[in-house]
């Protein structure tokens, strides 16, 4: 007998397309951690190479974030998706900006400043910024994510 809470969709009997051979939360979680021990690092390289301390506290947020996907946080989950996008869209503005009315007033700052930069500087890093956050934000939405992180929620 078919569940009535069910949506007609999923009461199909599919499995849901299985994108990663471990489970997604750990993966994002470790994702996001890794990315937050790189930012701590890249505080130490610019301190010990350009004698620059740029205290970065999104390290922190990255790591939380991290652990609280570790841990199935649905919650933690739809926030990090959100701030993700949020990051994702202040990317595309900068990257419409450059393009729009050129890059010479930005500034990049990648161990050392970059002043008065070509379009191309400012673009590549902004493409790397986009597949590094786009990642997290693909995953997270996906029917195996939505699955592992509602099964936590109904078991507890």
């Known amino acids: 007998m078919a569940n009535p809470y069910q949506s007609p969709r999923h009461a199909s009997g599919k499995p849901a397309r299985v994108w990663l051979p471990w489970p997604i939360h750990v993966f994002a979680g470790r994702y996001f951690q890794v990315i937050s021990v790189i930012q701590i690092v890249s505080m130490g390289i610019g301190l010990l190479l350009f004698d620059r301390l740029n205290m970065d506290p999104s390290c922190v947020l990255t790591w939380w974030g991290g652990s609280c996907l570790v841990r199935r946080n649905s919650i933690a989950r739809r926030w990090v998706i959100g701030f993700c996008i949020f990051l994702l869209s202040g990317v595309a503005f900068m990257g419409a900006y450059a393009m729009l009315f050129g890059a010479s007033s930005f500034s990049i700052r990648i161990f050392y400043e970059i002043e008065h930069p070509t379009l191309t500087h400012v673009l590549v890093p902004l493409g790397i910024i986009v597949c590094i956050l786009a990642v997290p934000v693909f ?16 078991a507890g």
């Open 139 to 154: 995953l997270l939405q996906t029917a195996q994510a939505i699955a592992e992180f509602n099964s936590h929620e109904n």
